[in-house]
């Protein structure tokens, strides 16, 4: 836009009379700044940022698909920054930290920042009952078994790894 603002005033400064040049100078500006809005908002429309139960995936490209995905388990902490704009049209960065406190994933201008960040800290948080199962020992039996059925009843294990995963815990009674 800087570049379409400047290039107008020096058609300015090249005007000596003759509209129709300056017209059609104006049109290719006009013409250039609508394209490269049309580019970015093209862009910003394949930009798709999904949460799976064990998975932040951020696929984006127009032709080609560049694909990102972090690992829930590995998520340390996530950082949200929204600018006054960003907070005005629903739109921010979403940074993803592991333990060397790189950032592994950046989904920048992303919409919907806190929602989506809720659904991520949700479904990382819904990862950690099945930590439980693994220590039955500290923890009772009624609670891994509630557990373990919420755990089916939210569809984040079939109906098979619940019967083995009862079968072991009555076994261990």
């Known amino acids: 836009?800087?570049?379409?603002?400047?290039?107008?005033?020096?058609?300015?400064?090249?005007?000596?009379?003759?509209?129709?040049?300056?017209?059609?100078?104006?049109?290719?500006?006009?013409?250039l700044a609508l394209a490269s809005a049309f580019a970015d908002v093209l862009r910003w429309q394949n930009d798709k940022f999904v949460v799976t139960n064990?998975?932040?995936?951020?696929?984006?490209?127009?032709?080609?698909?560049?694909?990102?995905?972090?690992?829930l388990n590995k998520i340390n902490d996530v950082i949200l920054q929204q600018?006054?704009?960003?907070?005005?049209f629903g739109?921010?960065?979403?940074?993803?930290?592991?333990?060397?406190?790189?950032v592994i994933n950046l989904l920048d201008h992303i919409r919907n920042p806190i929602g989506f960040k809720h659904a991520m800290l949700e479904a990382k948080s819904l990862l950690e009952p099945t930590a439980a199962v693994a220590f039955a020992g500290q923890t009772s039996a009624t609670q891994l078994l509630e557990e373990l059925d919420q755990l089916r009843a939210r569809k984040m294990i079939t109906d098979v790894e619940y019967e083995e995963k009862r079968k072991e815990i009555l076994k261990r009674m």
């Open 1 to 31: 836009m800087v570049a379409c603002a400047v290039a107008f005033v020096y058609l300015q400064t090249w005007y000596t009379g003759n509209p129709f040049f300056f017209y059609i100078g104006v049109g290719i500006i006009a013409f």
């Open 91 to 102: 739109y921010g960065t979403i940074k993803i930290l592991t333990a060397t406190e790189e």
């Open 54 to 71: 064990r998975r932040v995936i951020h696929a984006s490209g127009i032709f080609s698909k560049n694909i990102l995905d972090s690992s």
């Open 83 to 88: 600018s006054w704009m960003g907070r005005i």
